[in-house]
DNA sequence: CCGCTAACTTAGCACTCAGTCA
DNA sequence: TGACTGAGTGCTAAGTTAGCGG
């Protein structure tokens, strides 16, 4: 019945509307105004070094252009109106933590392990391992020819007879996967917010049960071992565990990891165990080493077994069948128990995650599939049938509280479908951005203070691609801001700066705690607005205090139909991708050019998102390298260059043939050198310029992938030069229905 | 109106693996 | 032949947005 109350009572939905008609009812969300949250003000040591690439002088093209651009959009008015006063919010005093670096993840579970030793190519093998080991078998042999030069012509022609076939294998593969594909996009939709008819699938894979530590292994409290319950013994080696880790010395994480290991011990062991410091983990954290060592020096055989028993996994619960397809899950594995990791200064850093057991999880699908089993001895906390959500499993996370599902992967019909409508609201966005651009400058000069906060927030997301910023429970996660949560620490003014006038500088953390820095020249207007929203405020106030992201998007909402917040970024990126590719893309480039262009106008979009990366851990050695081979290809050349001054010497007045033949040889040698220098510096600055831009994120979440596909037809650059594997599918609709002629 | 949270997207980092290099 | 490395993949945290219920 849950299914069909459910599906009766949804709601209109807006953006999947707005994809297919053009007559569309606004939503009704509602306006709020939260209690103001009190906030930490120090920043993350994270981003500091790295954000030359938001400054308005930025060297690079790409990062100015879309500045430029944007300037010509936004026309600078004057006089500014009068309204009404700032009402001044409520703000508890900030208490002051410093950031570290972001935490990382280490996961527990077995991974498949890679596979050298290669069967014969079996007839008996089928599947994706067949293709696997045929074209490992083939790399084999290639390598193999190589060697030996010796081998007998009949030897060498069987080689070349498998590597024939394994490419034609490759090839029908490929072809029958295509085949096999689900072309969802050819059929109809259904109707508004039902997402399935009938889904089937074996339930979340559970993580292995907790394995004791053998005897030998012991913990020590205050130099004493002690013998720990199953339940504190697990815990304690999750903290073990990490100990390489920075974060174990860090406070709150020790704290919080204490506080909740102690809720683990026995009434004895809590008595006894007191104080972290005195606890000696050391035989726990070596114990963890050893098998981590032990892993990686498994036999070839041993992590084949493993790597199978991983695809038999994979078989099993890896993939469900929705609507007559089959579908690939995107995470079937319940998380594994561990110690939270919180990204920055998170308050939460060091608790515990608790082990999830079936009766936690929620099932999801069809009343007539044949319902998932639950682990032996166990239950499932409740078996529903609701076809207007898209996840399969569910529960609650313990450490905040929220809620985790199992859902498909991007390749899905689900996400596929989600994904083209996204970008069909941001290209509807295109058709009213003008009049949108229009209104906020008007609204600038508004009476009301709400409506000028809006205005100018919304000019900050449109210009910038700031996030919308929702408020944050203080306390539980790291002090991070987006556009409308800004405050006023985060900004500062300058009249003049750098020869410009009315720059704004962005200092702030956002998402994941990455650092958001930028100096931004605005209108005047749009100055006086924020010298104005700052008046009368101290650190810890809301720049934006009459604005939250829901009033925002119920604005947004009434000028376009699912138009919010993000689909300005949305719009913004794949603007960013064709007006570049546009202009960077020569039809005479070279395909290595033309990936340059490519990955050049991703990086614009990158950089405007604020999409960064660390910086790679070898990446400074990495650079010398590369470095030590341009000044040895340099000395190469100069002394290539020699060579042939000498040999031109000795070649003039002569008309022996064998000196001009020895000068061409040195031309050609000066030549080459000359390109490979070049290849190398080229390489050089690309790389450094990449340094610590992610470009991946923008590619898989704000890039129509139509702009690229449309382009690599016009521009003849094979498709899998922009996308690997994952990428084709994940875009399958975009690839399959783009001309051309396609223009965002 | 308000707070909460379900549901879904977006995000960076860790790890693996295949290919390359010394 | 082992060490190294970059691309690809997995993982899960951290956002956004809509909708619900009091």
């Given amino acids: 019945m849950a299914q069909e109350d459910k599906a009766e009572k949804v709601k209109v939905k807006k953006a999947r509307e707005a994809v297919l008609s053009d007559d569309l009812s606004s939503g009704d969300a509602h306006l709020k105004f939260k209690k103001v949250k009190a906030k930490s003000t120090e920043k993350s040591q994270r981003g500091q070094k790295g ?19 944007d300037d010509k959009r936004f026309k600078e008015e004057a006089n500014d109106g009068d309204f009404m006063p700032v009402e001044k919010g409520k703000k508890r005093k900030r208490k002051l933590e410093s950031v570290d670096g972001p935490s990382s993840s280490t996961a527990l579970s077995v991974r498949p392990k890679k596979k050298k030793k290669v069967p014969q190519d079996g007839e008996g093998s089928s599947g994706p391992e067949k293709k696997k080991r045929k074209s490992e078998a083939k790399n084999k042999k290639v390598k193999k020819e190589e060697e030996e030069h010796s081998v007998t012509a009949k030897k060498a022609k069987k080689t070349k007879e498998e590597i024939e076939a394994a490419r034609a294998l490759k090839i029908k593969k490929k072809e029958e996967e295509e085949q096999q594909r689900w072309r969802w996009w050819e059929e109809e939709k259904y109707e508004d917010g039902i997402k399935w008819k009938f889904l089937e699938h074996k339930g979340p894979y559970f993580p292995p049960e907790y394995q004791p530590l053998p005897d030998n292994v012991k913990f020590y409290y205050d130099g004493k071992p002690v013998k720990l319950s199953l339940a504190a013994e697990e815990v304690a080696l999750y903290f073990a565990q990490m100990l390489d880790h920075e974060y174990t010395t860090k406070d709150v994480f020790r704290d919080n990891f204490f506080k909740d290991w102690r809720k683990e011990m026995s009434l004895e062991e809590r008595m006894l165990i007191t104080d972290l410091n005195k606890c000696d983990f050391g035989a726990l954290h070596a114990m963890h080493r050893e098998k981590v060592e032990a892993r990686k020096n498994m036999s070839k055989e041993d992590k084949l077994v493993i790597k199978e028993a991983n695809q038999k996994i994979l078989e099993e619960y890896g993939y ?28 939460k850093q060091g608790m515990l995650k608790k082990r999830i057991q079936p009766e936690d999880v929620i099932i999801n699908c069809s009343r007539d599939s044949r319902i998932p089993e639950p682990p032996a001895g166990h239950s499932w906390k409740e078996v529903r049938h609701d076809n207007t959500v898209t996840w399969l499993a569910s529960w609650t996370e313990n450490v905040q509280g929220s809620c985790k599902y199992v859902m498909l992967n991007a390749n899905s019909k689900l996400k596929g479908e989600k994904d083209w409508e996204k970008y069909e609201v941001a290209r509807k966005l295109k058709t009213c951005v003008d009049a949108i651009r229009a209104q906020y400058q008007e609204d600038l000069k508004s009476k009301q203070m709400g409506t000028r906060q809006r205005a100018v927030a919304l000019y900050f997301i ?39 006038k009315h720059v704004v500088e962005f200092d702030f953390l956002g998402k994941d705690c990455i650092r958001y820095y930028n100096k931004v020249p605005v ?24 604005l939250n992201t829901a009033m925002l998007n119920k604005h947004l909402s009434s000028l376009m139909p699912g138009l919010t917040a993000k689909v300005f970024r949305t719009y913004n990126a794949s603007m960013t991708l064709q007006q570049q590719l546009k202009e960077l893309s020569n039809p005479s480039d070279n395909q290595a050019e033309m990936l340059l262009s490519y990955n050049r106008a991703n990086r614009a979009v990158a950089v405007l998102c604020n999409h960064q990366r660390a910086p790679p851990k070898t990446f400074e050695q990495s650079m010398a390298i590369l470095q030590a081979k341009i000044e040895s290809r340099k000395e190469q050349l100069a002394l290539a260059k020699k060579e042939l001054k000498q040999a031109k010497k000795e070649a003039k007045g002569s008309s022996d043939s064998k ?29 450094e310029e990449n340094k610590q831009i992610a470009l991946g994120t923008s590619k898989l979440n704000y890039l129509d992938p139509r702009i690229s596909v449309a382009w690599c037809k016009n521009m003849e650059v094979p498709l899998d030069k922009i996308y690997n594997k994952t990428q084709r599918d994940k875009f399958a609709w975009a690839i399959d229905m783009t001309e051309p002629d396609f223009v965002f």
């Fill in 51 to 69: 954000t030359k690439q938001h400054q308005v002088k930025s060297p690079k093209k790409e990062s100015t252009d879309f500045e430029i651009a």
């Fill in 320 to 347: 469900c069948t929705l609507d007559h397809h089959r579908e690939r899950i995107g995470n079937f594995k319940i998380e594994p128990p561990g110690l939270f990791r919180g990204r920055g200064d998170h308050p």
């Fill in 462 to 500: 449109d210009k910038l691609a700031l996030r919308a910023g929702n408020e944050k429970e203080e306390g539980e996660t790291a002090d991070t801001v987006g556009c409308c949560s800004l405050r006023v620490e985060h900004i500062t003014l300058h009249d003049t700066l750098d020869g410009e």
């Fill in 523 to 546: 209108s005047k207007r749009v100055f006086k607005n924020l010298k104005l929203f700052m008046q009368n405020k101290q650190e810890g106030d809301d720049l934006f205090d009459r």
């Fill in 659 to 687: 000196l001009l033949a020895a000068v061409e040889k040195k031309k050609k040698a000066v030549q080459r050198c000359e390109e490979q220098l070049l290849r190398m510096e080229v390489q050089a600055t690309d790389r």
